[in-house]
């Protein structure tokens, strides 16, 4: 125990409060700027098992605030769940690191979250957040959401019986309302507090979960100032008072979602499984140029890069025209 002597020597955890981190088991859906504070400080804490979700590849643009993640990450396009679980083992050994590569749909967010102790959100859209939110409140888990944009930063903590994300935010936001960090930017202290916070909430959570925040935290480090706001219960919320789950229902294979910011589309093949190796010999037998790794297969075509993943996620890159992007996808692929 010597490892987490500055831990335990703090009243309110101790040698009881260090043994129920090291039973526990924290989520975190999202492996980017909050993904990446929020694991780290979790492993080092000494939480027995940590898992990291992510869907997408680590990119140049994401080390100015996303942790641990090098260039040669970047260069290989490594999905960001096995690079981080790479560096967050050799970080600490002795816990255990679970890395998911998967998209968080509806209809995997219950499984994807089965036997955690605590959840931390760690995205950057309302829609995840929703489905986090639904998949919580039917396996019983208390979770804490993050939000940071420019030179500010949001977070609260949702528990069993208590008010939930839809009493805070009872409408996803209209397709293009909202600022996104891709396009309004964020400064890497923000994140970095806010995933700082979730951490401090996950901790008390498994620790002391009497102690848990009962309200909305707001801050501004450019302007300076912090302060709060009541969180509480809505007596008409769909979600935890109507028992509406409208975000766990399985609708990922007919998605096709533009990356805002990154000239991107994400494309749903309709199957959870690809061979690759497979494709791979496909598509080299067309005279296509095939960079492939255990995770994902690479091929540039009419101008754009189709990256394509094992569970059957596909990113064409160079366009955010949803049809040109399908197709691209067709023509390369012969789908």
Known sequence: MERYARQIVLPFVGPEGQAKLAAAKVT??????????????????????????????????????????????????LPKAVALTA?????????????????????KAKKLLAGSTAVIDATDNYATRFTINDACLELGLPWAYGGALGSRGMTATFRPGGACFRCLFSELPA????????????????TAIVGSLQVTEAIKLIVAPELVRGNVLEFDVWQGGFHTFSLKRDAACPACQGGQRLFLADDSAAQTSVICGRNSVLLYSGTDEVDLPALSRVLAAKGLEVKETKYSLRVEFLEREVIVFSDGRALVNGTSDVHEARRVFQAALGT
């Open 28 to 77: 975190v859906v999202g492996c980017g700027a909050l993904g990446t504070v929020s694991a780290e400080l979790l492993v080092r804490a000494g939480v027995g098992c940590v898992q990291v979700i992510d869907r997408d590849v680590v990119e140049l643009s994401n080390l100015q605030r996303q942790l641990l993640y090098t260039e040669r990450d970047a260069a290989l396009r």
């Open 87 to 107: 560096h967050l083992k050799a970080i600490n050994s002795s816990v255990e690191v679970l890395g998911v590569v998967a998209d968080f749909s509806g209809s």
């Open 175 to 190: 397709l293009g309302a909202g600022d996104s960090c891709e396009l309004t930017g964020v400064l890497a202290s923000v």
